[in-house]
């Protein structure tokens, strides 16, 4: 099984790589397009500006490849943090940026879903499971997870929800449409349940 | 609900043993005095085990970071072994240093003395890595009458009291803030709940209280009465390895929330 981890050299991808590793299986660094033609499992941790990620993405050959990748030979994909919001249709962080529209949905500030806490949401939150899911194998309900970000998805289809969270106001903390894994915190930064929700999904 | 975050932070000071320059953990009192504390990969995994819920990482040195092979080689190393949030700084003063920093496994990036040189660096490093990763360190001393904000490891005053800096590095950027009472560095007698708190309800984003924790019962102090996401500590869990679980279940006793 090919494992591609996707770098667009805006963020670290070494915390994830070495993550994977723990769990007993290889993965590569994927820098170009062409790199994931053979993939089978896609990770796409996403830190960063919604806008600078859209931009890499298309400038190169990326979108296209990962459509032929995730929609028609619809092989597993996680992404975290903004490689999940780019799953959506639209961001709005800095101006509206089109995403991936892979779900029906679109990325908005907390701030503006009315929330008063002090923001970004930094640090450990607890995941409240929404719908049993392969992802969650061994991982209690109301467990905690790394949260770094300002930025949430919404407007998305109940049935794709399977967690929220709550920063005074409940958000969307992981998805699931068919073979597209979705989570707003970082399993990689996340300890013994992170690294757990990472084996879950290579083992799918 | 979002939990209460401890961060043990760890120095960082290359010492030469033979030919070889060995990363080294140590501690501080007043940022002066300097204890050697041992190896930070392993304090680092001891961390994790305990359930820290974040790790701060300075560079003691501050050298030229850009040349430093050597301590960028140690960040990977400890990104990599360990499974936490990452914050590092010590001597960052360029967007190069960021992203090196970022590549090699920080996740946050902490700021200081660039921040009273050229405030816009705020702007700039916020707008290209996203505000959640830049922190910003306020270092602070008491002197005559009232407290001031200090720069380049509390060498320079940059005369400008903490609340009012604290709104602006806000207004410039910043995503969260690192609090530290010099004079409460290493002393083990609490930490500054009064600015704390007071900078803590001025903000809306992110404080983090460092400083001054010696027993448990501070930390109940620091959360209970002031506004703050996150105490940092240094010398407390590194110089007693129960003192980690003392806080805790002193915390979880006084029902504050950690994970």
Known sequence: MKISII??????????????????FNCEIAKYPTDIEKSDKIIFPGIGSYPAIM??????????????????????????????????????????????????????????LSCKFPLPHTGWNSLSIKKE???????????????????????????????????????ISSINKDNIYGVQFHPEKSSTEGIQLIKNFLTL | MLNKRIIPKLLIKFLDYGTKSIPSCVTTVNFNKINLVGDPISQGKIYESQLADEIVLLNFERITIKKNQ??????????????????????????????????????????????????????????????????VAIDTKFSKDKYDVYIDRGKKNLNIDPISWGKKVQD????????????????????????????????????????????????????????????????????????????????????IKIR
Request: proline share 1%.
């Open chain 1, 7 to 24: 770098d667009l050299d805006l963020c670290n991808v070494n915390s994830i790589s070495k993550c994977v590793e723990y769990t007993g």
């Open chain 1, 55 to 112: 931009k890499k993405l298309n400038e190169n050959k990326w979108l296209k490849i990962l459509e032929q990748k995730i929609i028609k030979e619809k092989k597993n994909y996680l992404g975290i943090c903004l490689g999940m919001q780019i799953l959506t249709n639209e961001g709005e962080e800095f101006n509206n940026t089109r995403g991936l529209g892979y779900i029906d949905g679109k990325v908005e500030n907390l701030k503006d």
């Open chain 1, 133 to 171: 899911n392969l992802i969650f194998k061994s991982i209690k309900n109301l467990s905690n997870f790394y949260f770094n970000h300002s930025f949430v998805i919404n407007s998305i289809d109940k049935q794709y929800i399977i967690s929220d969270t709550n920063y005074g106001v409940d958000f």
């Open chain 2, 70 to 135: 050597n301590y960028f080689n140690f960040l990977k190393e400890f990104a990599s072994t360990i499974f936490l949030p990452l914050s590092a700084g010590g001597g960052i003063s360029s967007l190069e240093d960021i992203e090196m920093h970022l590549k090699n496994g920080a996740d946050k990036i902490i700021i200081n003395t660039i921040t009273g040189k050229n405030i816009n660096f705020i702007t700039e490093a916020a707008k290209n890595f996203g505000k959640q990763c830049i922190v």
């Open chain 2, 172 to 255: 410039y950027g910043a995503g969260e803030i690192l609090l530290t009472d010099i004079d409460k560095d290493g002393t083990k007698s609490g930490l500054n709940i009064n600015v704390g708190k007071l900078l803590s309800e001025t903000l809306e984003i992110p404080v983090i209280l460092s400083g001054g924790c010696g027993i448990a019962e501070h930390f109940i102090d620091g959360f209970k009465r002031t506004s703050i996401q996150g105490i940092s500590a240094g010398t407390f869990f590194s110089h007693r390895d129960q003192n980690f679980f003392e806080a805790r279940s002193q915390m979880l006793n006084n029902d």
